[in-house]
């Protein structure tokens, strides 16, 4: 079958570092998405993989590794407003995605 | 960048009544859209994904017959919600994709649906 598996929460603390791991299980693979979501609102696009390698977007990172299936989502320079679910999500074959139940990040002052 | 509205951005209604949520993109042409559920401190659940023209693809458990989804046009996707019960309360979110490019969804805000 076809799995997303991601920690449910993690706490980190303002102006560190923080990883968050995200391994899929899909049949064919199109893909990696991870999206943040604050509560109450719907998803953003933060970044897409579909090759090896790391992606760097600004204070935001992502990772992929298609051999292993895994993925990591890194964030620096943690600011309060970073608090969110960060959403991972792999497309299959028939480019329909395949959702993750989100890592809850809380930050700490 | 390409962005999708979603009207009402909330609704509360009695039980028994039907409720209409429109989704549209407004800069782009959105060949698949879809329709997702999301219950409180839960992941988004795709309920079903429509492409123009056609007939909704639902997933398993979720009743055609009661979500019934319109696609009649690049533009603009609906869902109603017919029969409202308490249970149905949830935020429903669209999302919208163009037909090139990296396959990415656009999200629109969501629409909070609270059944009496």
């Known amino acids: 079958g076809q799995n997303i598996d991601q920690p449910t929460e993690m706490t980190a603390t303002e102006g560190a570092i923080v990883q968050i791991n995200c391994t899929y299980q899909?049949?064919?693979?199109?893909?990696l998405f991870w999206y943040q979501q604050h509560a109450g609102e719907a998803p953003t696009f933060l970044s897409y993989?579909?090759l090896d390698g790391l992606e760097e977007k600004g204070r935001f990172s992502s990772f992929l590794s298609r051999s292993k299936g895994y993925s990591y989502l890194l964030l620096k320079e943690l600011q309060m407003k970073d608090s969110a679910s960060y959403l991972c999500?792999?497309?299959?074959?028939?480019?329909?995605?395949?959702w993750g139940a989100g890592t809850k990040l809380i930050i700490k002052p | 960048g390409a962005v999708v509205s979603q009207h009402p951005s909330w609704v509360i209604c009695k039980s028994g009544t039907s409720v209409k949520i429109e989704c549209r993109s407004l800069d782009f042409q959105a060949t698949t859209m879809f329709w997702y559920r999301q219950f409180p401190k839960q992941s988004l659940m795709l309920m079903a994904t429509?492409?123009?023209?056609?007939?909704?693809?639902?997933e398993q458990g979720v009743e055609k017959d009661k979500f019934l989804i319109n696609h009649a046009s690049l533009t603009l996707s609906t869902l109603t919600v017919t029969s409202a019960h308490p249970e149905d309360s949830s935020f429903y979110i669209c999302?919208?994709?163009?037909?090139?490019?990296?396959?990415?969804?656009?999200f629109g805000p969501g629409t909070r649906l609270t059944v009496t």
């Open positions: 429509s492409n123009e023209g056609s007939k909704a693809t639902y």
């Open positions: 999302s919208a994709r163009g037909s090139g490019g990296i396959y990415e969804q656009y």
């Open positions: 993989n579909v």
């Open positions: 999500a792999a497309m299959d074959s028939n480019y329909q995605l395949i």
């Open positions: 899909t049949s064919g693979f199109n893909g």
